[in-house]
């Protein structure tokens, strides 16, 4: 069964509008956390937010927040203010119980593409 | 920069050859963990090492193998490469075992093997 979903293959905004990507996540741990990572078209992968399951606030860092509906199992990605630097894949990430240890498991990515 | 240093950026080889990639983590980094990424398959957790110990074991073919080594940095071997091999394969790094959910990833730029 599929972990992380992010339905939206890709996705066109203007230049100084927010923008939320979404993510949907599966799990039956009651303990769990969720990031979010950005590769630009360079390849390497960015840590952009992290969000744990018992964490009261929502996560912000900067221009990026992230929409947590523990509920709804989602954890969607708000970028406040986008840029033409925000145009990249964005993947959801969920560190699941794993042999003992935690693994990352990451779903599909989302491509942002920012028009001036 | 994340800190993680991937060597070589590109490699391109013929199917049958063996390679091996090299990964420097971050500095005190003690955890390296090694991922594939492919156009059908997306990220894919192959191995993690902890402090020169095999953590835990992903989707790795009984073709590839890795090692961490005192230094800490680590290798990944791919051997009898096909062409199904191709892919951006990424090393990642932590100052964490693998046993909190808050342990954050930090990658490298990948390598990207193409295999003709």
């Known amino acids: 069964a599929q972990k992380i979903t992010q339905t939206q293959p890709g996705m066109f905004v203007q230049e100084k509008e927010a923008v939320t990507l979404d993510c949907t996540y599966d799990?039956?741990?009651?303990?769990?956390?969720l990031f979010w990572y950005k590769q630009p078209s360079s390849g390497e992968m960015i840590f952009l937010i992290y969000q744990g399951s018992y964490d009261q606030q929502n996560a912000t860092e900067g221009r990026y927040s992230l929409n947590f509906q523990k509920a709804r199992k989602s954890a969607n990605l708000v970028i406040s203010a986008s840029q033409l630097g925000d145009s990249a894949m964005y993947f959801c990430?969920?560190?699941?119980?794993?042999?003992?240890?935690?693994?990352?498991?990451f779903g599909q990515g989302t491509r942002l593409t920012i028009n001036p | 920069d994340s800190g993680v240093t991937q060597t070589p950026k590109h490699l391109i080889t013929a199917t049958g050859q063996r390679v091996t990639l090299r990964c420097s983590p971050r500095?005190?980094?003690?955890?390296v963990y090694w991922y594939q990424q492919s156009l059908d398959q997306g990220l894919q957790f192959l191995i993690q090492?902890?402090?020169?110990?095999?953590?835990a074991k992903g989707n790795i073919l009984e073709r590839f193998s890795a090692q961490q080594f005192p230094d800490l940095h680590s290798e990944l071997n791919l051997s009898s490469l096909e062409l199904g091999d191709s892919a951006l394969y990424f090393c990642a790094s932590s100052d964490n075992r693998g046993g909190t959910r808050r342990e954050k990833l930090f990658f490298g730029s990948g390598t990207q093997l193409s295999v003709l």
């Open positions: 990430a969920m560190r699941e119980a794993y042999q003992g240890a935690q693994k990352l498991v």
């Open positions: 799990t039956s741990d009651p303990s769990y956390g």
């Open positions: 500095s005190g980094d003690l955890s």
């Open positions: 090492y902890y402090n020169g110990e095999e953590r």
